[in-house]
């Protein structure tokens, strides 16, 4: 298959993601924990796809146990910020800021990795401070009691997202591309046991049934399951196409093609509003990630 075809559909799977997240929202979620029961689920589906590409070669050393249950830290708290933004506040912007993270692991190539820094990167970072600023007054248009809650949140998502793909990008540096499935997978299981954790925090008292959190359990356990094979498949296209295209093409494609998806999403089947603010941000949004990516 042509690998250019791969970047549309590995951008659907990590669609299909997002957008499952939104419908259990404001579907089938019945409680305040419930959204940690449903991520709990999604990630120990991910670890459980991940565990059965692993190689019995793979070498289950320090360093990767370490670096990838820092990985699944940040990857809970960017999870768990973006949820709480979807809740709260736009998840158009949001879907925005999360492809916009992608200026962190190319600082950290800048500063630790001694990788070239162009002209065009310095005015994508401009447009990356302008697509705050605006997600800032976005935050405030309808003057909700949640705007500086989301704001915040959407701050610890971005960064956090951020570190992650750092993390994953060291560790394969390191290890020259080996050990990437099993790294994922101890991943997503720190994340599922984090949630698990925040879940048990959370859950109402009493015993314990699905139907408490969730309107519907076979609901609950398809959107659960279809989210974690979706973000599993998305990034194993995502392994496969690094090796393969141009990092200068793939990202602002898939980052942008991702942000576009996400808010027309949003925006049609969701039915979030349209302003001014909003559309301001997600174009410069996509200005950003089209100079940083290239």
Request: with cysteine; glycine share 8%.
């Amino acid at each position: 298959m042509n690998d250019f075809i791969l970047i549309p559909i590995a951008v659907l799977f990590f669609g299909v993601n997002g957008t499952l997240t939104r419908l259990f929202q404001l579907r089938y979620q019945k409680s305040k924990a419930g959204i940690f029961l449903y991520q709990t689920l999604f990630c120990f589906v991910a670890f459980v796809s991940y565990l059965t590409q692993s190689t019995k070669s793979a070498d289950v050393s320090l360093f990767t146990i370490g670096m990838a249950i820092g990985m699944g830290i940040a990857f809970f708290l960017a999870l768990f910020g973006f949820a709480i933004c979807f809740e709260t506040g736009s998840m158009a912007i949001t879907s925005v800021v999360i492809n916009l993270s992608l200026i962190i692991p190319m600082i950290y190539s800048w500063v630790f990795l001694s990788e070239p820094i162009y002209q065009k990167s310095i005015f994508g970072l401009m447009l990356l401070a302008v697509t705050f600023v605006l997600s800032a007054f976005s935050s405030k248009e309808k003057g909700k009691h949640g705007s500086t809650k989301w704001f915040l949140f959407l701050l610890m998502g971005f960064f956090a997202n951020g570190m992650s793909a750092v993390l994953q990008k060291q560790h394969q540096i390191q290890l020259h591309g080996k050990n990437a499935a099993l790294f994922m997978a101890i991943g997503y299981l720190t994340a599922s046991l984090l949630f698990a954790l925040f879940f048990f925090l959370k859950k109402e008292s009493g015993a314990f049934h699905v139907k408490t959190y969730a309107t519907s359990k076979k609901a609950f356990l398809s959107v659960s399951i279809l989210s974690g094979i979706s973000v599993f498949a998305g990034n194993g296209i995502l392994m496969i196409l690094s090796s393969r295209v141009n990092g200068g093409i793939l990202y602002p494609c898939l980052n942008g093609g991702l942000c576009i998806l996400l808010s027309f999403i949003s925006i049609v089947f969701f039915r979030e509003k349209f302003t001014l603010p909003k559309g301001l941000s997600i174009l410069f949004g996509l200005c950003a990630i089209v100079l940083l990516g290239t």
